[in-house]
């Protein structure tokens, strides 16, 4: 049955029935940063228009959804517009998130549209994700059924006890730190136990692990700064000030 189902999705997207998407995560409190990060200037544009630039400049990226904090949505509804995207003010939907991250991206999930089979989901806080990076971990969900950007861990990492004392040494050797974007199918993510009940997985992949799906790391060694502090801001504003992004 499983093969069945995954040979008729494979024929609906070589019939250009099926297409890709991308949610992307605006909905956090940004209560690390002290003030709303997504709309924190970065060479005199919010932080988030960074991400939605380079999604929708993606060629096979037919819809964006973003999901952002409940109340906000008129303001971000008018940077979009403000953005000036030629068609893609029609593509971005704009939806209200949920208490946590993963509702967030259910909220996002209902709100596709029917055609839609591959779904990047991505951290509004993550500016200098590139345009390459993103079609690659599409290739390579397509090739393995998921894929998440990620970096292999270099430091040395020790677990602290109560006190924060070193205390165990942990081996890093198979060890890798997750980035978005994330690009699994519609259908693996929609209804996820996981998001429904009093669970909270960190990631879909963690999600999907639950359900036994395994997802490939694609390695990144490209800048993919999450904001979350202030100095990070301060980060990605050196690094665009030196290397062009549009």
Do not use: C
């Not at 069945?4 to 494979?10: A, I, L, T």
């Not at 964006?64 to 906000?72: E, K, M, P, S, Y």
């Not at 967030?104 to 990047?120: K, N, P, R």
């Amino acid at each position: 049955m499983e093969i069945q189902k995954r040979q008729q999705q494979q024929k609906l997207s070589s019939s250009g029935l099926s297409y890709n998407a991308a949610i992307i995560v605006a909905a956090g409190s940004s209560l690390r940063f002290g003030e709303d990060k997504l709309m924190a200037l970065v060479q005199d544009r919010p932080l988030i228009t960074y991400s939605l630039r380079t999604f929708a400049a993606i060629p096979s990226m037919e819809e964006i959804i973003l999901v952002v904090a409940t109340g906000r949505e008129e303001s971000f509804s008018q940077l979009v517009k403000e953005m000036n995207l030629a068609d893609w003010n029609e593509k971005i939907k704009i939806v209200p998130g949920g208490k946590d991250r993963h509702e967030s991206v259910q909220h996002g999930l209902h709100a596709l549209s029917e055609g839609v089979e591959w779904i990047a989901i991505h951290d509004g806080a993550r500016p200098l994700i590139s345009g390459s990076m993103i079609e690659l971990t599409f290739q390579k969900a397509h090739e393995h059924g998921a894929a998440a950007l990620a970096t292999r861990v270099t430091e040395t990492l020790h677990r602290v006890d109560k006190k924060f004392l070193a205390d165990i040494t942990v081996d890093r050797t198979d060890l890798w730190s997750m980035q978005t974007p994330q690009v699994f199918r519609k259908a693996d993510l929609i209804g996820l136990p996981a998001l429904q009940e009093n669970q909270s997985p960190t990631d879909e992949v963690s999600a999907l692990l639950q359900r036994g799906i395994k997802t490939y790391l694609v390695e990144n060694r490209e800048p993919n700064i999450k904001v979350t502090y202030p100095e990070d801001l301060k980060l990605v504003t050196a690094y665009l000030s030196t290397f062009h992004k549009p």
